[in-house]
């Protein structure tokens, strides 16, 4: 293994839910990881595998999805640097739920299920860490559930999702890196109601917004919108 992936290994065993790992843990999951650069359009695990490797997202896209039997595309969620994929391939037990694939050129770092499962069990606070950012993506997936059924509004689920962006980038400005198809199938809209509801939020003067970039103006309002 050459260094510059050593280094890779050791700098992201550092961040995400992997911070809050004791030395000694990080230093043997280190041992069991690997640097993985994939291209647009790659996929990285496919549903119904029986199982994968962890992977945490060091730079580029990845969208999890699913695919009907005529082969419609259903975006559930948008991978973005510094998250895991899915946590969950630790656990499935039935085959995993979702197809990854690469939205853009970028790197994971894989993680060898024998050896994150023993990390989990050996460290408590990675343990508790993992949990929370699982929970975040339950999250998304309950409101998309809710969404489907009705249950919220095209206009709520467009505020939920902008300020779950700006709480996960930590930043009002959130850069928008794919197009407006694969958002809208991840909210679970069609393109033209999420094009719709951008205009009217930058009308309302909720939001800024350009081809490659929304910045949210007022988060109050928006927040008001997703709980309506």
């Avoid at 790992?21 to 549903?47: C, N, W, Y």
């Avoid at 009217?200 to 928006?222: C, E, H, P, T, V």
């Avoid at 927040?223 to 309506?228: F, N």
Wanted: overall charge positive; some cysteine; hydrophobic content about 45%.
């Amino acid at each position: 293994m050459e260094n510059s992936d050593l280094q890779t290994i050791h700098a992201a065993l550092q961040t995400g839910p992997f911070a809050a790992m004791s030395d000694t843990e990080r230093q043997k999951l280190a041992l069991h990881a690997r640097v993985q650069p994939f291209s647009q359009g790659a996929t990285l695990f496919r549903e119904g595998e029986a199982t994968a490797d962890a992977m945490l997202l060091l730079s580029g896209m990845v969208k999890l999805c699913r695919h009907s039997a005529q082969g419609k595309e259903c975006v559930l969620h948008l991978v973005r640097c510094g998250r895991m994929l899915d946590a969950g391939v630790l656990f499935y037990e039935e085959g995993l739920p979702a197809t990854a694939i690469g939205v853009q050129n970028g790197v994971v770092l894989r993680l060898e299920r024998k050896a994150l499962l023993e990390a989990l069990r050996n460290d408590a606070a990675l343990g508790v860490a993992m949990l929370a950012a699982m929970s975040l993506r339950q999250r998304l997936f309950i409101n998309k559930i809710a969404g489907s059924q009705g249950r919220i509004s095209v206009s709520g689920r467009v505020a939920a999702w902008l300020l779950h962006r700006a709480k996960m980038e930590k930043s009002a400005t959130l850069s928008m890196g794919v197009t407006q198809e694969t958002l809208a199938r991840q909210m679970g809209i069609s393109r033209e109601s999420l094009s719709r509801e951008l205009s009217a939020l930058a009308s309302a003067g909720l939001i800024d917004r350009d081809r490659r970039r929304i910045i949210l103006l007022d988060a109050n309002a928006l927040r008001e919108r997703a709980d309506a």
